[in-house]
């Protein structure tokens, strides 16, 4: 059972551009959530996150908004760079079990010129 | 500073036979996590412990899956009898306590034959 789904497994989005990665949620205890990129032979970094009482956070080049209702949190990264291309992970938890992060099946995004 | 290191990076085995998995976090750090990788797959929580002791182990598949920290630094991740469905990415990650940020190590491959 995908407590966390990201549907799309790719996304090729030209440099310059906006990048959008979408992540669906099953769980309505989830109210804590992250986002994660990885490269090749690396571990999973940290992005950013965003606690349920709120709707957007934002970090530089990175947003993550998160519709509760719809149980849906979106990451966007403007402008995106080449240096974006990686899979992104999204992962969630709940306030009885913040460590447990329970992460999605994460999409790849490549960034060209 | 040095991030998580994990060893060894790749770890080639027979099925049945037994491995150790080795997971230096950052130092300093009290909280560390082990997660599995399957291919297409995110990261899926194994186990996680705060100090020298286990705080939540209700990811280890089964009783085959053990892992230790006997000095609140290091860590092992023991697996007997390995079956091919093994096969996966082992991640370790560490935090500068509970609910904080988790950091990755790189992982190590296992591959059962």
């Known amino acids: 059972d995908q407590q966390v789904k990201q549907n799309s497994p790719s996304l090729s989005v030209q440099e310059g551009r906006i990048s959008i990665l979408n992540c669906d949620y099953t769980n309505s205890m989830f109210d804590y959530f992250l986002w994660y990129k990885k490269y090749p032979a690396e571990g999973p970094t940290f992005l950013i996150s965003?606690?349920?009482?709120?709707d957007k956070n934002e970090d530089g080049r990175f947003t993550v908004f998160l519709n509760k209702s719809a149980k849906h949190l979106s990451l966007h990264i403007v402008p995106s760079q080449p240096g974006d291309s990686a899979v992104y992970f999204c992962a969630a938890s709940t306030p009885y079990n913040t460590d447990k992060l329970i992460f999605g099946t994460g999409t790849r995004l490549q960034v060209f010129p | 500073g040095a991030g998580v290191s994990q060893t060894p990076s790749n770890k080639v085995t027979e099925k049945g036979k037994y491995v150790e998995l080795r997971c230096d976090p950052i130092s300093g750090h009290t909280a560390l996590y082990w997660y599995r990788q399957s291919l297409g797959q995110g990261p899926e929580f194994l186990i996680y412990f705060q100090g020298t002791g286990a705080a939540d182990d209700s990811g280890l598949p089964n009783d085959r899956f053990f892992a230790v920290r006997p000095e609140g630094s290091v860590s092992t991740l023991k697996i007997q009898r390995t079956e091919r469905g093994d096969s996966a990415v082992y991640l370790c990650a560490s935090s500068l306590s509970f609910q904080e940020t988790q950091y990755f190590g790189p992982g190590t491959r296992l591959l059962v034959l």
């Open positions: 965003i606690s349920s009482i709120k």
